[in-house]
């Protein structure tokens, strides 16, 4: 139980320097270090850095799918109103964070896709998650008559996640708002603007 | 003479396993490996890893520009289909490359950006130079009324450059081209696809 609790504490902790710093950037030391954990008791947690990073993708993943469930199952809202009310939030949370940071899968995927295959399908797998989620709102989107009818949800959801890492990429360069507000001017006062 | 030949093969060696591996995942001493240059003799060559960094940038900067500009003044082809031929370009070489690597700027600018405020503010330079030439290009069809009249051609050109570095992380990830094919039905087949 206490075991547990550090590993979930060293997971936390390693998070959020990964987040802030990549992960090759990140070293095990300076993580036990934040997580108030003994210097040289990593692997008693973890077989590896690969099998910590693995694990620390599993945490983003579940928080990101989290954000992501809790907008799109707002019933008080249209469909597409629900994709818009997900990154609304994100913008919010960027604006806090000084235009930094991004996406966690997104930066991963970006430094690990090509180095390391465990992690290249772990990243698949969670990024395929967010674009399943936001195919389904589009299909139901599709379904109320909210999007032109010749728009395919699926293709459409592909795209506007993949623009959506693209322009945090971008937000971080420019260090403003400005690609995200872009972002949500073509996409949703364009592409999604219904029929 | 020969001086500048040798930090011109270490800028060339090093751009080569940056694109590959990232920027702080590569050591001096394995770039200078790659480039048949002795070991140690790196700092008569560059100032710091830093000043490296920011001429592999450079380097990059050039050869992008390079293909940009090379396609969109292609008189021969419409305004936008010099772009859509820019964009094939790249899908040809990412399909001969197995699908890897990725835009190096956008790489080195999700890797740095919130880490070197010198290399952000160089990476910033290096998008919008891309952006512009894209820009240029997209105001270019729309007085030709290639486009339809009420799209913004510098916010487009903005979407679609970020959009484009979104694909080719997500390419990375997925190992197959669906990215990049979603990318230009979605800009050429939708955004870009006339009055």
Redesign the interface.
């Known amino acids: 139980m206490v075991k547990e609790e550090t590993r979930t504490r060293i997971i936390q902790e390693g998070a959020r320097i990964i987040h802030?710093?990549?992960f090759?950037?990140t070293g095990v030391q300076e993580i036990l270090q934040a997580a108030g954990v003994p210097k040289g008791s990593f692997y008693f947690y973890f077989k590896s850095k690969e099998d910590f990073g693995l694990a620390v993708i599993d945490y983003f993943s579940e928080f990101m799918g989290g954000r992501i469930n809790a907008h799109l199952s707002d019933d008080s809202l249209p469909h597409v109103g629900r994709l818009k009310s997900f990154f609304h939030e994100m913008t919010l949370f960027f604006r806090q964070e000084g235009y930094?940071?991004?996406c966690p899968i997104?930066?991963m995927?970006?430094?690990l896709?090509?180095?390391n295959d465990t992690f290249?399908m772990k990243?698949?797998e969670s990024?395929d998650a967010m674009e399943s989620a936001i195919a389904r709102c589009l299909r139901a989107a599709h379904d109320a008559g909210e999007i032109e009818p010749d728009l395919n949800p699926g293709?459409?959801a592909?795209?506007i996640?993949?623009?959506?890492?693209?322009?945090l990429?971008?937000m971080?360069?420019?260090?403003n708002l400005?690609?995200l507000i872009?972002?949500d001017?073509?996409v949703f006062g364009?592409?999604l603007k219904g029929a």
Chains 1, 2 share one sequence.
């Open positions: 802030e710093k990549g090759n950037n930094s940071r991004g997104g930066n995927a970006q430094e896709a090509d180095l290249r990243l698949k990024l293709e459409t592909y795209f996640l993949n623009s959506w890492e693209g322009a990429t971008r971080k360069t420019e260090k400005e690609p872009v972002f001017r073509i364009r592409m």
